[in-house]
């Protein structure tokens, strides 16, 4: 089935979910129009961030999988797919111990399914995986409108394309970033000039924001069709 008109609007990396058979399994969540899905890691790099706060810190693996086209996700029977319309119960939760934790219950084929995630690094983010059940909840009740690029979204023939794709992650980017990922990605050479002046061509577009930074750098993210309930930041 073709995911040409299915659209990305959130996605966590280094997720845990409890497999039938107990086993912990790292991976990628992401949130759609039409289904939650968990793509099992086949990434993984050192992480150590320090937040603007001067308290807020990430260390440690970050094990993930790269998900940029839908169309192209490896198969494993590790992977999930939870289609919208057939979720009937979600929650998130926070311990004072545990990390947040998305629970959902679905029907699958007649029979009733359950699962749980969680983070497995935490901290920096304003959101996390209990805004995550509030979101889906939103959406599988209708009670939410997802914000459609009312822009056509440039071909992967183009520059633009290329850094949108790149940006699909709902990740901040500065150009050098950008730059270096769409040169790997593509195999192709650029130069920070182009890559900025196509990804100012994207904000006026209205298909991504420029993001302020303290230290007066300027980056770039996908704008989130959840509006003011982006889960990315």
């Known amino acids: 089935m073709s995911n040409e008109f299915e659209m990305i609007l959130a996605q966590e990396q280094s997720v845990v979910r409890k497999s039938d058979a107990g086993e912990k399994i790292q991976g990628t969540l992401v949130l759609t129009d039409k289904r939650l899905l968990f793509i099992s890691a086949d990434k993984e790099e050192e992480l150590d961030m320090q937040f603007g706060d001067g308290l807020s810190r990430r260390s440690g693996i970050l094990r993930f999988a790269d998900v940029e086209d839908l169309n192209h996700i ?53 959101k996390d995986l209990r ?74 577009d209205g298909l991504v924001d420029v993001i302020p930074d303290p230290s007066g750098d300027k980056f770039f993210r996908k704008r989130s069709p959840l509006g003011e309930d982006d889960l990315s930041s």
């Open 74 to 126: 490896p198969n494993s029977p590790k992977n999930l797919s939870i289609p919208m319309n057939s979720i009937v119960f979600v929650s998130g939760s926070e311990g004072i111990i545990h990390p947040p934790s998305l629970k959902v219950n679905w029907n699958e084929n007649g029979k009733g399914r359950h699962v749980e995630f969680s983070e497995e690094i935490i901290g920096g983010r304003k």
């Open 131 to 204: 805004d995550w059940a509030k979101v889906i909840d939103s959406l599988r009740s209708g009670k939410m409108q997802i914000h459609r690029p009312q822009n056509p979204i440039p071909s992967k023939d183009t520059l633009e394309g290329k850094i949108l794709q790149i940006l699909g992650d709902m990740q901040d980017k500065g150009v050098f970033t950008i730059e270096e990922e769409v040169e790997t990605t593509f195999g192709i050479d650029l130069d920070p000039d182009q890559v900025e002046s196509a990804c100012q061509k994207l904000v006026s």
